[in-house]
């Protein structure tokens, strides 16, 4: 007997029914199915799927680092301290972080806003990236960036004279933004990034998009992620400086989206807060936002979980309101904790476990190095494809030509042409990427997004198969 | 130089002002300060404080649970698989877990509703509790139950016909209740549960408060947390049987906080997924969420952060915005999800580590059951206090008479005459415990929370303290 549900598509939360994650969405679950089905034997013009859908190296095979993974084991089974070849430094990390846990158990609940001595570290270490000061008690870890991330974008769900809050958000962007503006009911207010040079934000689109979402919402804030997510571009000084006169003439909040800070090929990076900084009165005195997380740059520990968020000048109401806010969530997850103390403070020269550390770092360099090489070049390669330099973070964005005859095609069956083009490289190649759609695109151009750091004779494979679908697609729909 | 402020006490998320968290409020802020004194050789009238605010068993001296630790400490890091002395059931279960992370790494994502193989043992460990089919499509694992419970509540969060609306919830509740309400604007329709019947949830109660929340606020669903806290008590079968009728009648959802369920003394533990199902059409025919923790149990890991929601029947469309709004957050920490492993499925009799196991398990559940009756029998032998028999959870929630005059006083200082109560008793005797206003209690009535693991001489201590203390409060203020 089937009762009524109390809870349906009419009364749910409207909100939720908005939510877009297109990382995890259409094309991704389509790449599930055809794995299922390869496992049953139904036959496919490939032998696997490739995931490049998700930035989660791991699984694309980099090796953990080892000092991490055994600072963490340690910690999760102090037991294994007398295990044979567990360097001293290791041992020595594990007592130190347990010294900060009640009763030496990560098993304990922290302070809702992390352990004192892992907030210590991520200030210390933001001290070292900028010569600014930093103060532990402005760093919140989080379960990821993603939840900070979510608990700051929180503050900012308020009416004011009857109109909705807006938030400014670059196009292309990352969605964990896009779904959680459409969970807290946040207006998203577009900036388009300047494809035609290197996805620099211009001024004069920062003044457009405020100026027409002024009009019928209150602009709070701006996101600016840099590394770029998924453009991979680095910001210039003086494009952030811009950025920060263009935040303080609105009076908007900036929050600077910086986990891929510890991925970048060879352009130096420039924090919100040491540009701020450097600026002097009154940008000094500005509020930020900035975001990090383990699960980028050479720990790239995505699974555990660990990120956290150093708010700068906060007013004490709202920083007050902020922690009781967390407080209800008790604490992230302590073992996540323990990675970013590894993180924010790695292996130093001489100690036991600086010269592995190193190797496995410069090894992840320079994969990254040659990958973000070839990846722009393969695609200026194809016709039809145009890519921007990549100077970091861990993807590429190429724009990609589709013939008329296939948006049309597209459309017919209820699909946007660029997911239309994604889903039959999936199912002619095994390439699994996200169509550009689920991160934005200037209106008539089509892009998608690619993991590229696959082991090197996967990615060649990719490489080749996306080379070789182009040519045919646009064959068959000219 | 002073900027103003983007972001003030003005502007932010009202609803964020409104949030209150004692557990970690103004009582325990008091006691660190208290700490950090004593570190500084400010003289007090004990030697240190101690900490009963929170149920946070490893922080109270509880032992972890080696079979999990030796797990997860070889999740973290297989190179220690060949350490000595780790059982080879601990080596199996590892590698039945990894075979499931993504190239065999814990810093892989995990899909959002977490591993198919803690899935599975999840719905495992639910059709062995009750002898009904669970699935494991319908469990969703968390960062704690914590945040599962936050994800479930936003789905209620929509006005309808003009009505906001509202959800009804225990008094007393835990505050991680009160405050996501808060945050989400959810309206509270506070029942009462009833005293002086051990805490039972009476029907008539539940109808008085759905009429007069129903006035002006769309009620949608119903809060029971069992077994209860602060409260303790563990439902009756009939009394479920009674809710859930009475759920029926309103169509109301059901989510039942039953993280305590591993945490009782005697009285046998019905979970509402079973009485339901038992109950026959249309009862079985219901939608339920039903959350359990980690953190919890024997197992007590607060700190990992790992907990899961069973959603039963819901809505497809329902389902499928849940699904995506849980993806926006990629994952729960992944190493949280093997501790979940570990306690869904823990050593059987035969394997190595079953022995160990099982004394463990036993001396936690002695303490258990011998902190329970003492704290009674305690309690009930002072004069001015009551308490009711406790059944399972790790509280006491004794109700104290608080003499006019000191509420007189309390209410001449700001504060509401229990938390005065708490205060004075932590300023006396050094013992932190939450008075009742954070969980709520019937007007006129006063009671604080109090764990109960500590080990044997410091739980002596702190209930000589709270009876001396009591006695020359109750003569100072008569």
Redesign the interface.
């Known amino acids: 007997?089937?009762?009524?549900?109390?809870?349906?598509?009419e009364?749910?939360?409207?909100?939720?029914?908005g939510?877009?994650?297109a990382?995890?969405g259409r094309v991704v679950q389509r790449a599930q199915q055809i794995e299922r089905e390869i496992q049953k034997g139904v036959p496919k013009p490939f032998e696997r799927v490739i995931r490049a859908n998700?930035g989660?190296?791991?699984?694309?095979?980099q090796q953990?680092i080892?000092f991490i993974?055994?600072v963490?084991?340690?910690a999760?089974?102090p037991?294994?301290m007398s295990?044979?070849?567990i360097p001293e430094d290791v041992k020595e990390r594990v007592a130190e972080i347990l010294s900060d846990?009640?009763?030496g158990?990560?098993?304990?609940?922290?302070p809702?806003n992390g352990l004192q001595i892992v907030r210590s570290r991520v200030a210390q270490y933001i001290e070292g990236r900028d010569g600014v000061p930093a103060s532990s008690d402005d760093i919140y870890l989080g379960?990821?960036a993603?939840?900070v991330i979510?608990a700051v974008l929180?503050?900012?769900?308020?009416e004011?004279n009857g109109k909705p809050p807006a938030i400014m958000l670059s196009v292309p962007q990352y969605?964990?933004f896009s779904?959680?503006f459409s969970?807290l009911g946040l207006r998203q207010a577009n900036y388009y990034l300047d494809e035609e040079n290197g996805w620099a934000l211009q001024v004069a689109e920062l003044e457009r998009c405020w100026r027409e979402a002024s009009v019928d919402s209150h602009v709070?804030?701006i996101v600016v992620i840099n590394p770029g997510n998924p453009t991979g571009q680095v910001l210039t000084r003086e494009n952030i400086e811009q950025v920060i006169k263009f935040a303080?003439e609105h009076?908007?909040?900036i929050l600077a989206d910086e986990v891929y800070q510890e991925n970048i090929v060879c352009k130096p990076f420039h924090s919100f807060k040491k540009v701020m900084h450097e600026m002097g009165?009154?940008y000094?005195?500005?509020?930020l936002a900035s975001f990090s997380a383990c699960s980028k740059g050479w720990a790239?520990?995505?699974?555990?979980?660990s990120g956290y968020v150093e708010l700068v000048?906060?007013?004490p109401?709202?920083q007050q309101?902020?922690n009781?806010?967390r407080?209800?969530?008790?604490?992230?997850?302590?073992?996540?904790q323990c990675i970013l103390d590894c993180v924010m403070k790695p292996p130093l020269p001489g100690e036991p476990s600086y010269d592995l550390f190193v190797k496995e770092v410069n090894h992840i360099h320079r994969v990254l190095t040659e990958r973000t090489k070839t990846a722009y070049e393969t695609f200026n390669s194809i016709p039809g494809f145009f890519c921007n330099p990549i100077d970091g973070a861990m993807f590429a964005y190429p724009r990609i030509e589709i013939p008329a005859k296939a948006q049309q095609h597209a459309v017919d069956n209820g699909m946007t042409p660029d997911e239309f083009y994604c889903l039959r490289l999936l199912e002619e190649t095994g390439v699994c990427v996200v169509p550009g759609t689920g991160f934005g695109q200037l209106p008539g151009t089509f892009h998608f997004r690619t993991t590229i750091l696959h082991p090197r004779q996967e990615f060649d494979h990719m490489m080749a198969s996306i080379r070789r679908f182009h040519v045919n697609f646009i064959k068959r729909y000219s």
């Open positions: 007997m089937k009762v009524e549900n109390s809870l349906h598509s009364n749910i939360n409207q909100k939720l029914l939510i877009q994650y990382v995890r998700i989660d190296c791991h699984a694309l095979g953990p080892t993974r055994q963490l084991g340690l999760a089974c037991q294994l295990s044979p070849n846990c009640t009763k158990s990560v098993g304990a609940y922290s809702s379960s990821g993603s939840d979510k929180t503050m900012f769900v308020q004011m969605p964990l779904g959680t969970e709070r804030a303080h009076n908007l909040f009165p009154p000094c005195g500005m509020e790239a520990e995505c699974g555990m979980r000048r906060l007013h109401r709202v309101a902020f009781t806010a407080a209800v969530m008790q604490c992230p997850t302590v073992l996540g």
